[in-house]
């Protein structure tokens, strides 16, 4: 009555109806496994048209949950009658091609919960419509998409190839990186099924939750950090050096600073946070300028009468720090760490930390997350931490004769997994980092 058969690389079910016709179905992006419960269902569908009987729930209910191309398919071969429209506003609604849909989303600078769109969150959208262009035709219809499509373009970023750079080390995509765009992917399906432009989310199968890894974490020592600051061409460049190693500040955030934000007096800095803005309360927050000031009175000496804004090399509009960074880097003899700007600001939360400049909920407030988050993608352990608690007291276990032998630890020139966490950096500090005022 049917069967399965592989057609190219596509399974397809042939069947013969009651009139003795043969059709055929084609199971696009399908596994065997998929493909044997369609066939299943086919099999029952088929054997109910022909003894004119009603289908199991069973059934029923898996043709009411189908995916919008499959149920096309099963109804141009007669298996099932095309959905009554249930009213006439959404029998008028235009479906919208792929690219216009998430040129107008993009455009609306919206998020699913109604606040406003930051800058960062704009940026990660608009690079998430190139990737599902690239994938799809962007002319394709919104409603044709399904959990196939879903599928599909998740295996199509896990073997997008891309160049092996300090980024991207392995030629492929992250995994949180993935599964960024996939959250992205859920974000604008989501808006399309609320504004009743597609019955369900093709993308609801696919895991979105970032996951905690320590790939490419490495604490960047102080010394080294002085080094580069030694060889940045200019007074903004040695502060915006110092803002992401020595306040913990995000990338971009040095950008959007004017001299209005320096509280000299009281000790701190204000930063606008264009990344939790749309949080209550969470828009502005304060970091000490401890380590930081001498490098804001040098830039302060060097600017020009009349400026406002501390960074004027750089708008916040521009994203392109990474380059000239590098070159910094290189310039100053050490090796590119990875994950440049992020590893800066979390080698400074793990400074504070291990340093105890203040309580964890405090620390992780000047950083502008929460303690969780502190927990989970911040904080690290390094072998440094054993040794800083082996020498800070007397042992109280049993004295032997003799002194252990110790060996050394690695230089830190290389920024390999056996040596990302060499690096103490508590005595980084207290020992080799210059005295700021």
């Known amino acids: 009555m049917a069967s399965l058969s592989k057609d190219g690389k596509t399974w397809r079910i042939r069947f013969v109806d009651g009139d003795g016709k043969r059709h055929g179905i084609r199971l696009p992006g399908l596994k065997k496994s ?17 003894s004119n009987q009603g289908l199991e729930t069973v059934t029923a209910t898996w043709l009411a949950g189908v995916d919008t191309r499959l149920r ?8 099932v009658n095309p959905p009554e429209p ?40 608009r690079g998430t419509k190139d990737l599902l262009l690239e ?18 373009f998740r295996e199509w970023m896990e073997q997008r190839k891309l ?20 959250a992205n992917c859920k974000t604008f399906f989501s808006y399309a099924v609320d504004e009743e432009l597609v019955t369900a989310n093709p993308f609801r199968n696919q895991f979105a939750s ?38 913990g500040l995000r990338k971009m955030e040095p950008l959007e600073l004017t001299w209005g934000d320096v509280l000299w007096s009281e000790g701190k800095l204000r930063v606008t946070a264009s990344k939790t803005r749309h949080h209550k309360g969470k828009d502005v927050r304060y970091v000490p300028i401890r380590d930081i000031e001498h490098y804001l009175r040098e830039a302060y000496d060097a600017a020009a009468p009349g400026d406002v804004r501390i960074i004027t090399g750089y708008r916040v509009s521009m994203s392109n720090l990474h380059k000239p960074m590098v070159k910094i880097i290189e310039k100053a003899g050490q090796q590119v760490w990875p994950n440049l700007f992020k590893n800066l600001r979390m080698s400074c939360e793990n400074d504070w930390l291990t340093k105890k400049e203040a309580p964890a909920h405090v620390i992780a407030a000047w950083m502008g997350h929460s303690v969780d988050v502190q927990n989970s993608h911040y904080a690290m352990v390094s072998d440094g931490h054993f040794e800083a608690f082996n020498e800070s007291g007397p042992f109280r276990g049993p004295v032997e004769s003799g002194n252990a032998s110790q060996s050394d630890a690695p230089n830190g020139s290389e920024w390999s997994n056996s040596q990302r966490n060499a690096s103490d950096p508590a005595k980084t500090l207290s020992k080799n980092a210059p005295t700021r005022t």
């Open 86 to 125: 249930q009213n006439d506003v959404v029998a008028s609604k235009q479906v919208p091609a792929l690219k216009d849909f998430l040129e107008r989303f993009i455009a609306r600078q919206t998020t699913s919960k109604g606040h406003p769109a930051g800058r960062e969150t704009l940026n990660k959208w």
């Open 210 to 247: 970032i996951v905690s890894t320590d790939d490419g974490k490495v604490i960047v020592p102080a010394e080294v950090v002085d080094k580069v600051i030694e060889t940045a061409p200019n007074a903004q460049w040695r502060l915006l050096i110092a803002l992401w190693r020595y306040a």
């Open 135 to 152: 994938c799809f035709d962007g002319n394709r219809m919104l409603d044709s998409f399904d959990l196939a499509d879903g599928r599909a």
């Open 72 to 79: 096309k398919r099963l109804e141009s071969v007669g298996l």
């Open 34 to 50: 998929e493909a044997d419960v369609v066939l299943s269902r086919v099999k029952e569908v088929v054997a109910a048209k022909i």
């Open 163 to 182: 160049e092996k750079t300090v980024r991207t080390p392995t030629g492929r995509m992250a995994e949180n990186s993935m599964r960024q765009r996939i």
